[in-house]
């Protein structure tokens, strides 16, 4: 399995920009599907986006459709989450997570990954 090391969190003020990153290692990046999660305090993990190994599909919860996007760079073995116009309720726990699924599909399913990173904290202050 592959090794994730996410990066980029912090504290921004409503409407700030924040972009996340997620390097990969021990495994072949580029056959991975991508997603990132996130967890409030006090709530389950839940699904922000997800990108398939060559970036040809992208999926994107409805709520961050219009303001963040998911993209990777296989020659940097990196997965990226750029955030715009973030809202206080973006304040969570970032986690990017790898999977290898059949037909070079994506999943919003967290319980479907099986590589985690340890997270990176995004406060976003009123």
């Known amino acids: 399995q592959v090794q994730l090391v996410e990066s980029g969190g912090g504290l921004v003020q409503a409407g700030g920009s924040l972009r996340l990153s997620c390097a990969a290692s021990?495994?072949?990046?580029?056959?991975?599907?991508m997603g990132w999660f996130r967890q409030g305090p006090g709530s389950e993990r839940e699904f922000v986006a997800a990108?398939?190994?060559?970036?040809?599909?992208?999926w994107s919860e409805d709520s961050v459709k219009s303001r963040f996007t998911i993209s990777r760079d296989n020659a940097k073995n990196t997965v990226y989450l750029q955030m715009n116009s973030l809202k206080p309720e973006d304040t969570a726990v970032y986690y990017c997570?790898?999977?290898?699924?059949?037909?070079?599909?994506?999943?919003?399913?967290?319980?479907?990954?099986?590589?985690w990173g340890q997270g990176t904290q995004v406060t976003v202050s009123s």
């Open positions: 021990g495994g072949t990046f580029s056959t991975y599907a």
């Open positions: 997570a790898a999977e290898r699924f059949n037909l070079g599909g994506v999943s919003t399913v967290a319980a479907r990954y099986r590589s």
């Open positions: 990108i398939s190994w060559s970036g040809g599909t992208i």
